[in-house]
């Protein structure tokens, strides 16, 4: 089998290579709107939590 007969063709190839980026898109836009309506996921973020510090050792 050789590449060219992979996906069918290059044609073919740069059809399921453009499916993939509009479901990709559209998965981005659909969480965006979600997001939106629901609000943030519950809970901190882990993100959001600060760092210990060595500031902060037991005093001696």
């Known amino acids: 089998?050789?590449?060219s007969d992979l996906f069918g063709g290059p044609k073919r190839l740069l059809t399921v290579v453009a499916v993939i980026?509009?479901?990709t898109l559209l998965a981005a836009v659909v969480t965006l709107i979600v997001r939106q309506?629901?609000?943030?996921?519950e809970g901190p973020s882990?993100?959001?939590?600060?760092?210990i510090s060595t500031s902060?050792?037991?005093p001696e």
């Not at 882990?46 to 760092?51: A, F, H, K, L």
């Open 1 to 3: 089998m050789s590449s």
């Open 21 to 23: 980026v509009v479901v």
């Open 37 to 41: 309506i629901l609000g943030p996921p």
């Open 46 to 51: 882990p993100y959001d939590t600060p760092s």
């Open 56 to 58: 902060q050792s037991s």
